[in-house]
């Protein structure tokens, strides 16, 4: 009995050991793969740092491509697009007018009534629509045909306090957020599409003949009396408040920037002179480009992966519509090679643009113990279940990363319009107030992303500078910019004062 004791005891011994070299085993293959996930996103933090030296540099090489871009047309990646608004609204207008504003997944249609001086905007009333996703990459017809027919709907609903004096055509500024080679105060042709939009036929085209040929086909009787950027109704929509706002930027899906140029700083302007000696121009930063950003394979593979390959570089590292993008795809090599979510890659990762901003934003915002809401969104979106942790603490830091590379680049690209208008530093004493206008839902929702924007942008000017520079969140300026232009450059402006 001894020796089977013996031999039972040493077999099961044995077999313990087996067992317990198995899970040792299985230990530290998990723990090479976790020390491998965490090899990649120190990997990618380090490729996205931006310390303060390399953002200056980002900044000077933004006011180079300005001047290249006010030089000569073609002259830079920037378009620098004269936006034929060379005098802002001043308060003293009266009357009602409407705007359309299209700059992404959705359009706005606005209503506004203006009391003139000190009354300003009297009421504002908007509705917001969907654009169906197979209309961004159909026909021009056919987005602009269902465009004019919402806003018939709309003007159909009106009470008979908004009905105009009879021979009087509504007159509405329309905000078209794409690049546009603008012609007049109310005509452009379209230079390309951004954003997710493709429709070929559209481009070299006048958007507002479009929109114009569409109204009419609705047999709505409006006259579109502005075209604008929304980032130039933005600054026209921050001034009308504040005259010391000098320029606009737009954080949302996309990105862009505006702002108050000398007219004699414009060499490539050759028009009617500027009666007040200012033009505001459309910069379309989303195109800028640079050797001092700090692009990763992921950028560059996602770039060449989209509908514009090589364009809007800028856009896709600092705005709403690629930064969940960006993160996917990260999550999807650490899934891929360090098995991150187990032995396969959940199907709803490898799906492009399947994790978006919002949910970027709310999983870095989640301040429970337990990361629940990080949780919850992994489940819900990606259908991934299960998840440590420490797992969970990987996902925020990588929002982190992403949301804090893009909200120092554009506080550099403010730095960079500040520089190309002087105002970046204190002359003298001088303690001259510069206000930019900032709007975009990235900008309005996502509060870590605008907190390092405003520390950014202080540590890049210095305290004393900074002091002379305010930040203003101008809600829904694009909208109500495009209105208060219909109205400064209203038809019938030059017969209501005679």
Same mark, same amino acid.
């Given at each position: 009995m001894g020796k089977v004791t013996v031999v039972v005891v040493c077999v099961a011994a044995a077999a313990a050991g087996v067992a317990a070299a198995v899970v040792v085993r299985r230990r530290m293959k998990r723990e090479g793969k976790w020390a491998k996930a965490v090899g990649i996103v120190k990997e990618f933090e380090e490729k996205c740092g931006t310390p303060a030296a390399k953002l200056k540099?980002?900044?000077?090489?933004?006011?180079? &491509?300005? =001047?290249?871009? *006010?030089?000569?047309?073609?002259?830079?990646?920037?378009?620098? /697009?004269? %936006?034929?608004?060379?005098?802002?609204?001043?308060?003293?207008?009266?009357?009602?007018?409407?705007?359309?504003?299209?700059?992404g997944t959705n359009f706005r249609v606005l209503r506004v009534q203006l009391g003139g001086k000190d009354a300003g905007i009297v009421n504002q009333e908007f509705e917001e629509v969907s654009i169906p996703s197979h209309l961004m990459t159909g026909t021009t017809d056919g987005l602009f045909d269902y465009i004019a027919a919402e806003l018939a709907k709309y003007v *159909?609903?009106?009470?008979?306090?908004?009905?105009?004096?009879?021979?009087?055509?509504?007159?509405?500024? @329309?905000?078209?957020?794409?690049?546009v080679m603008q012609t007049s105060i109310n005509s452009g042709t379209l230079v390309r599409w951004t954003k997710g939009f493709n429709i070929d036929d559209t481009v070299g085209r006048d958007v507002v003949a479009e929109l114009t040929k569409a109204m009419r086909r609705q047999a709505l009787e409006m006259n579109v009396s502005a075209l604008v950027n929304d980032t130039v109704g933005t600054l026209a929509g921050g001034r009308y408040t504040n005259k010391d706002v000098v320029a606009s930027v737009i954080l949302g899906t996309g990105t862009n920037a505006a702002y108050v140029e000398r007219a004699q700083a414009i060499p490539k302007w050759h028009g009617v002179p500027s009666k007040s000696g200012e033009m505001v121009v459309n910069m379309e930063w989303g195109n800028f480009r640079s050797s001092h950003l700090p692009l990763t394979e992921y950028d560059l593979a996602m770039d060449t992966d989209s509908l514009n390959p090589g364009e809007q570089i800028f856009e896709k590292m600092i705005s709403g519509m690629y930064l969940g993008e960006i993160i996917r795809?990260?999550?999807?090599?650490?899934?891929?090679?360090?098995? @991150?979510?187990?032995?396969?890659?959940?199907?709803? *990762?490898? !799906?492009?643009?399947?994790?978006?901003?919002? &949910?970027?934003?709310?999983? =870095? =915002?989640?301040? %429970? %113990?337990?990361?629940?809401?990080? &949780?919850?969104? *992994?489940?819900?979106?990606?259908? /991934?279940?299960?998840?440590?942790?420490?797992?969970?603490?990987? /996902? !925020?830091?990588?929002?982190?990363? !992403?949301?804090?590379?893009?909200?120092?680049?554009?506080?550099?690209?403010?730095?960079?319009?500040?520089?190309?208008?002087g105002r970046d530093v204190v002359r003298d004493g001088e303690r001259q107030k510069a206000v930019i206008a900032l709007d975009g839902g990235l900008y309005e929702h996502y509060n870590e992303y605008r907190k390092c924007l405003v520390n950014t942008l202080e540590e890049l000017l210095g305290e004393e500078v900074y002091k002379t520079i305010d930040i203003e969140h101008a809600k829904d300026g694009s909208g109500i910019g495009a209105a208060l232009l219909a109205a400064s450059h209203s038809h019938y402006v030059s017969a209501d004062s005679s």
């Open positions: 540099q980002v900044a000077d090489a933004m006011t180079v &491509e300005m =001047h290249a871009g *006010l030089a000569s047309e073609g002259g830079s990646k920037l378009k620098m /697009i004269i %936006s034929y608004v060379d005098s802002l609204p001043t308060g003293d207008e009266t009357g009602i007018f409407y705007a359309l504003d299209l700059g *159909l609903q009106e009470g008979q306090e908004f009905q105009l004096p009879p021979g009087r055509q509504r007159e509405l500024g @329309f905000t078209f957020s794409f690049p795809r990260i999550l999807c090599r650490m899934a891929e090679e360090a098995a @991150f979510f187990g032995d396969t890659v959940p199907p709803k *990762l490898k !799906v492009p643009f399947a994790l978006r901003t919002p &949910e970027i934003s709310a999983m =870095h =915002h989640d301040q %429970s %113990s337990d990361l629940k809401v990080v &949780e919850t969104k *992994l489940k819900d979106i990606l259908e /991934i279940c299960n998840t440590s942790l420490r797992m969970r603490k990987t /996902i !925020v830091e990588l929002c982190n990363i !992403v949301a804090t590379r893009g909200a120092r680049l554009a506080a550099a690209g403010i730095l960079g319009i500040l520089k190309k208008m």
